[in-house]
């Protein structure tokens, strides 16, 4: 079983910045993708970036020159600095993690983003 613990959501002004964390049980290096995904309400969960299996890094349009996903294999864990927010971007920030064919997602983090 793997745990995926995020933290560093809150509310912030249009315009302004947020760095996601996510934390894992498991060894990053093991992790076949590993990435941040989002669900506003209403809406259904879209990618926002991943690390893809190939080794790749993958961004939603919407998010391309403004969110970055970056990673720490010596502390198992991955981040999401997030710049020039817009009112849009509100939504639950999920960790997502697939190893072994298995797919384990975090507990979510709020970011609300005032206009």
């Known amino acids: 079983q793997v745990q995926l613990v995020e933290s560093g959501g809150g509310l912030v002004q249009a315009g302004g910045s947020l760095r996601l964390s996510c934390a894992t049980s498991?060894?990053?290096?093991?992790?076949?993708?590993m990435g941040w995904y989002r669900q506003a309400a209403g809406k259904q969960r879209e990618l926002v970036a991943t690390?893809?299996?190939?080794?790749?890094?993958s961004y939603a349009d919407s998010v391309k020159g403004r969110l970055t996903i970056s990673r720490d294999n010596t502390k198992n864990a991955v981040y999401l600095q997030m710049n020039d927010l817009k009112a849009e971007d509100t939504a639950v920030y999920y960790c997502?993690?697939?190893?072994?064919?298995?797919?384990?997602w975090g507990q979510g983090t709020q970011v609300t983003v005032s206009s």
């Open positions: 690390f893809t299996s190939a080794g790749l890094i």
């Open positions: 997502r993690a697939l190893l072994y064919g298995h797919e384990y």
């Open positions: 498991a060894s990053t290096f093991s992790i076949a993708a």
